[in-house]
């Protein structure tokens, strides 16, 4: 009296678009889905940037989007950027928690006016077919504590699984954005597993070859989710870890002072990332939690000042 | 009569402010187009994830003209007067004018008719006034517009009679277009008026009015369980919200591995509700059973094929993390997670989780000798344990289903089942209409750390104020009644109260004063609330608020007794010995009252025998010995309706007292003995109940 057939998985469905596939007949390839998804931005006339070469929590940090989110200067960008979660790692043992995940980041300075309708033509892109999907936009405010930003949006879902998130940015830095821009975070892992209709993201297709070329995302990844997770948790000096806080700090104060905005941003990210070391150590408890986002966040500020103070960037 | 056509196309507005907003705008215009002197004869509201629309019919085509009469200057006023008066009435000559005697002499009087405005002329404002005073409770700027919104507005259809009116809202395009659905029928919908819209959004597969498609959802769900013999888990809040994140309501029925059906019931839900907003399928038996249903957004091509596997993936995904949890943190027995709540900060100021279930252990012990039949080595047990979940990765991953898991790994770990589900219970009531516990080991945990957060925040100065209560400290007062009188405890809680700040230890200031006073007026609210209370199982009728105030001025700290006492004395009043005992006391009391504030003294020493005179002295005085102690007798046996009995028979002596003694007499050791005599009355009155703060 149950329902015996289970419907074929979301790989199977794509099969049918040829357009979408190479020519294994698999589905994307994980560099192919970041490829793609970088044209359609192209075309969309984002100048396509490379990571930021700085440990970073989430593309939102990457200068691209927090400092030019400022300012009154028309941008528009997109690129990939790791984000490191150290306490998000599993030592490799979680099909779904890394401590090192890929965002495709865009930004939209101004918002356009048809935000929504150019993120669902990426999806299509991808070959995210809006007639075969459910595809909902559910309210997610998103807030950055340490960076002094939030902004109102959603994350998006497709077939109850979210894939991105879609923020129209209000503040960074405790400064207004004016003009309010368009963030597309996209979950690069996410989506891929769920173009390939994989379970585990170690088993992801990296490069879409067959036989002995085929690279797995886990034979790219899996070892550094090992050796960072240890590190993470377990071997991470926290003592020296507050010291290059400190430091950190130091540094990006002394750079304020002297108005050059992006080596003092780098200090702040820096500073950022040894406060979420020390947070997945253990090493701080909920009243310095507190304490360090705010030193984090007042580094923020600084520098998003000093940007704004300094010569117009697209000069 | 006109027709007024609104829409509002918006991105997705957020389920949960929908309703709101909706009530909220269909108020504003109704207000604002009465006041405009324009009034519809209905307006009706509707609203979906990106539209709210308000239709209004028979509203006036025009405001109704309106005569205005200005007194000019005085007929002969310089020229320069006369001509500024013209101007600003609006009139081209001073014969225009009216010339009118008055007492200071003949005025020229502009009579002018000012025509009402038509309603296409009001309304832009008047709409543009109601969007910007609309209230969200968050909401954004965005480059299309200076007017805040909830999330960008995408276009506005604005249509009187189906003429289509402008509104100044920068670059959001104002017309008589919308849009469908934004999959199914994404394209300009042209419209002409309000009844062409709501049938052409019904082709673009929007289902505009939210109680349709609450209705569609319901009956997709309905007949989709009952195709599998199986029955809804009903769900009326998450039925509310989906019906918020859907345009076009499609029911979908989703399978759960076999596997996962060996977790908890409420992991299963949990993990399907609160995160993916999925409703629960039982067996007959309400078991739960192996599928879940979903509303989609989408009539896929496949007829929902992908929209399943995928849905059925991303909860694979997720029961697969909680089994993970669930394996994992059974492998720990949860005693040995005790110790790690030292890490887990409670408040600042008052130390750790683990001190606090250290506190409320200790008071677990005092508590158990209250509550009839608790184990007072089981009720230390479960409330050492009662936290201990909080490590957990389950709780880690779910923090709604603190307590719960706690039970089972307590079980798990082959604790007494009291104590499991003690651990389960302690959270409990979480306000007026949760369970509220009645099994003794239960009661003793759920008491003991409301007692210890009530006591530990007053403590430290965190008492509730106005409208703040960040610590939800009303509601634990409230559960601490709810536990008390709906099991009929009879407990101290002065002595409670002692006991949990000597838990706390010396270092922090003793607040059970405060403390009393906040119980007292959280049962007054508890009580308004309920309109009854429960005492032993027996329902009390409406009892008023002065009689809880007159019994629980007496320092009565027993709940139970409290309420007893109040609605005695309420039964009691009603009578005529009742009226007796309100005469004398207020006969009495009253001219004590104002000698005392004349005298600037109290009267409270003991009557002296050798200073009575009359008859009727002697009488009041033998009365009231013998009132009193049959009141006080009757009072320590909890007699409390006889106690009130002896006190109602000093009505007659007070009355021949006043008939025919002076108080006020020229003797002035005299006079202090009898106002001492009626202060005697008075406070013996008082040990039964405050009668003072009785009204009426």
Redesign the interface.
Known sequence: MLPQARPPAAGQIARDRADYFNTNGRALSFQSLILDLQRFWADQGCVILQPYDIQVGAGTFHPATALRALGPEPWRAAYVQPSRRPTDGRYGENPNRVQQHYQLQVILKPAPADSQDLYLASLATIGIDAGLHDIRFVEDDWESPTLGAWGLGWEVWVDGMEVSQFTYFQQVGGIECDPVSTELTYGLERLAMYVQGVESMFDLDYNGASGPARVTYGQVFKRAEREFSAYNFELADTVRLVVHFADAETECQALVDRGLALPAYDQCLKASHLFNLLDARGAISVTERTAYILRVRALANACCEAWLAGPSSVD | MSELLLELLS??I???MQPRAIEGLTGLLHDKLAAAQIPAESIRGYVT?RRLTVVAEGILAAQPDRTEERRGPRVGAPQPAIDGFLRSAGLAAVTECEIRPTDRGEFYFAVVNRPGRPAREVLPELIHGAMAELPWP?S?????SDLRW???L?SILFMLDGEVLPLPLD?VPVGRTTRGH??LAPGEICVSNAADYLKRLRKAHVVLDQGCRTEMICKGLEAAVSA??LSLKPDPALLAEVTG?VEFPVVL?G?IDADFMALPPEVLSTAMRAH?KYFSCLWPDGTPA??FL?V???V???RG?????????????RL??AR?FWDHDRRVPLKSRVEALK?R?FH?KLGSVYDKTERIAALSELLAGDVHGADPHLSRRATRLAKADLSTGMVGEFPELQGIMGRYYALHDGEDERVANAIADHYKPQGPYDFCPRAPESIVAALADKIDSLAAFFAIGEAPTGSRDPFALRRAAQGIIRLILENGLRVSLRAIFACAADALGPKYPDATGELLAFIADRLKVHLRGEGFGIVGGAKLTLLRHDLIAAVFALDEDDLVRLLARAAELAGFLATEEGTNLLVAYRRASNIVAIEERRDHRRYDHDVQRKLLREPEEFALAANLDLASDGAMRALAREEFDAAMGHLATLRRPVDEFFDRVTVNTEEPKLRENRLRLLSAIRATMNRVADFSQIEG
Do not use: C, S, W
């Not at chain 2, 094929?305 to 995904?317: D, F, H, M, P």
């Open positions: 991105e997705e957020p389920a949960r994830p968050k954004m700027r965005y480059p299309a909830v999330r960008p995408t670059r934004r999959l599998e013999g994140l029925m399978t993916q192996p599928r979903f989609a957004n989408n896929a091509v496949d094929r992908t929209i399943i596997a995928g849905n059925e993936r991303v909860l694979r995904a697969a993390d993970f890490d900060v600042a």
